[in-house]
């Protein structure tokens, strides 16, 4: 039981690690306001390749961390990034453009699944 609550804290601390972290270097690199509000396509774009990159260590986190069934552990995980994410996503449906928020969204489960997937590798779950 413990080794599965760490499993999946530790994927959700990953992608926030990850995610929070590089919207810092993104947000000075490109000279945004801390909001980040923006409609320029690239960065909107690093953006999302930021969230995939930090789905991505969330889902491998988790089913590494995990000792049995590591892909149910992700699922949980990525449920959990999305129903933090929609809430997040609504607070700043102003400053972006809808298709950011939608594509942020979508894209959320399915890649830490593909995180969790490549760290389980050959392990069933």
């Known amino acids: 039981m413990a080794a599965s609550l760490?499993?999946?804290v530790a994927g959700y601390v990953a992608w926030t690690v990850v995610f929070l972290g590089g919207s810092?270097?993104?947000?000075?690199a490109f000279?945004?306001?801390?909001?980040?509000?923006?409609d320029r396509v690239g960065v909107l774009l690093a953006y999302?390749?930021?969230?995939?990159?930090?789905?991505v260590a969330a889902g491998a986190v988790s089913a590494r961390l995990?000792?049995?069934?590591?892909?149910?552990?992700?699922?949980?995980v990525a449920a959990l990034l999305l129903a933090t994410g929609i809430p997040v996503q609504?607070?700043?449906?102003?400053?972006?453009?809808?298709?950011?928020?939608?594509?942020?969204?979508?894209?959320?489960?399915p890649v830490t699944w593909l995180g969790g997937r490549w760290?389980?590798?050959?392990?069933?779950?």
């Open 6 to 8: 760490l499993s999946v």
């Open 31 to 38: 000279g945004l306001d801390a909001d980040g509000g923006t």
């Open 48 to 55: 999302l390749a930021l969230s995939g990159l930090a789905s």
């Open 66 to 76: 995990a000792l049995r069934l590591p892909m149910r552990h992700v699922l949980v």
């Open 90 to 109: 609504m607070a700043s449906w102003e400053l972006l453009p809808l298709w950011y928020h939608l594509t942020f969204l979508a894209a959320l489960v």
């Open 24 to 28: 810092v270097g993104l947000r000075a």
């Open 119 to 125: 760290q389980a590798g050959d392990r069933r779950g």
